[in-house]
C-alpha cells in the first residue's frame, strides 16, 4: 500500500510540476462562451502585461522580446510549422492598441490564427 | 551411525525473552500520515489550479477573392474607451454588466435573419484605442452565444 501511495505522490507532483508551460503568469479576461482545449499543438503563446514602469512587455513563451524580435519569431515558427496558432495572452485591463500593435505585426508575417486565451466564467 | 546434528546454537541455546535489535525500525503511521497529507496536497492543486480557456478568431488577410462572392450580412459594433458597445449608434447594455445579454439578443436576431436570406453573417468589432480587453471578450462571448462564426476586426491607422 506503501508502495501505492508513493506511487500516487509521485505522480502528482511530478504532473503539477510539469503541467507549467513555459508561460508567465497573468490574470486573463473571464469568457462564457470559451471552452478549455484538448488540443494544445501548434501553439505560440505570446503574453503582453505592463511592467513596473507602466510599458507594455511583450512575452513570446517565457522570454521578453521587442515588438520587432517577436515578429521574427513568429515569422521564423510560422514557416517551420503553418498550422501556428497564436495564443494571446494578456490582462483584462489591456487597453486595445497594445493589442493592435500585436495583431498587426502578426498578421503581416501571415499568422491569422488568433487565440485570446481567457478563464471560463462560473 | 546415524549423522548427527550439526550443532545450531540457536536451536539448542535457550530462546531470549527478546533479542534487541540491530536496526531501528522506521516508524510507519507516522510516515504514511504524512505521504498522504503530501499525497492530498498536490492532488488538490493540480485541479485548482485555472485551466485556459480559448476564444478563437481570425485576421484578416490572405482570403482569396477569386471567386464571386455573395455579399455577406455585416454588422459593425463599435465600443469606446469605456466600453460601451454600440451598433449603428445605439447603445447596448452597460460596461460593466457581465455579459451583453442585449447584444447577444440583437446578434442572435441578426444571425437569423441572414440565415433565412441564405447569406454570410459576419460581425465586425471596432474598438477604441482605449477600450480594455476584457470588454472586447465580453462582445466576443455575445458573438459566440449568437453562433455567428465570422469575426472581424477593424484595425485603422490614424
Known amino acids: ?122 | 551411525m546415524p549423522p548427527t546434528k550439526p550443532f545450531d546454537p540457536l536451536f539448542n541455546m535457550p530462546q531470549l525473552k527478546q533479542k534487541p535489535s540491530s536496526r531501528p525500525a522506521i516508524p510507519i503511521a507516522p510516515m504514511i500520515d504524512c505521504v498522504f497529507l503530501m499525497l492530498i496536497y498536490f492532488m488538490v492543486t493540480s485541479s485548482l489550479e485555472k485551466q485556459e480557456a480559448d476564444i478563437r478568431f481570425q485576421l484578416p488577410g490572405l482570403a482569396e477573392q477569386s471567386e464571386p462572392l455573395d455579399l455577406p450580412d455585416e454588422q459593425i459594433i463599435e465600443l469606446n474607451a469605456q466600453g460601451q458597445p454600440s451598433v449603428n449608434e445605439y447603445p447596448y447594455d452597460h460596461p460593466a454588466d457581465r455579459r451583453y445579454q442585449e447584444l447577444a439578443r440583437m446578434l442572435s436576431r441578426f444571425k437569423q435573419a441572414s440565415d433565412a436570406n441564405r447569406v454570410e453573417s459576419i460581425v465586425t468589432i471596432a474598438p477604441d484605442d482605449e477600450t480594455p480587453h476584457q470588454n472586447i471578450v465580453k462582445v466576443m462571448d455575445a458573438i459566440n452565444w449568437a453562433q455567428i462564426k465570422n469575426v472581424n476586426f477593424a484595425i485603422s491607422d490614424h
Open chain 1, 1 to 122: 500500500m506503501i508502495d501505492m501511495v508513493f506511487l500516487l505522490l509521485v505522480f502528482f507532483m511530478t504532473v503539477s510540476t510539469l503541467a507549467q508551460e513555459e508561460r508567465i503568469p497573468l490574470e486573463l479576461p473571464e469568457s462564457e462562451q470559451a471552452d478549455v482545449p484538448d488540443d494544445r499543438t501548434d501553439r505560440g503563446t505570446i503574453s503582453l502585461q505592463y511592467s513596473d514602469n507602466n510599458t507594455v512587455e511583450i512575452f513570446v513563451g517565457s522570454s521578453p522580446l521587442s515588438l520587432k524580435e517577436m515578429q521574427a519569431v513568429i515569422k521564423a515558427s510560422i514557416l517551420e510549422n503553418p498550422d501556428l496558432k497564436i495564443n494571446l495572452r494578456t490582462t483584462p485591463d489591456m487597453p486595445f492598441k497594445e493589442i493592435k500593435r500585436v495583431l498587426i505585426a502578426c498578421a503581416e508575417v501571415g499568422a491569422h490564427d488568433i487565440v485570446y486565451a481567457t478563464y471560463q466564467a462560473l
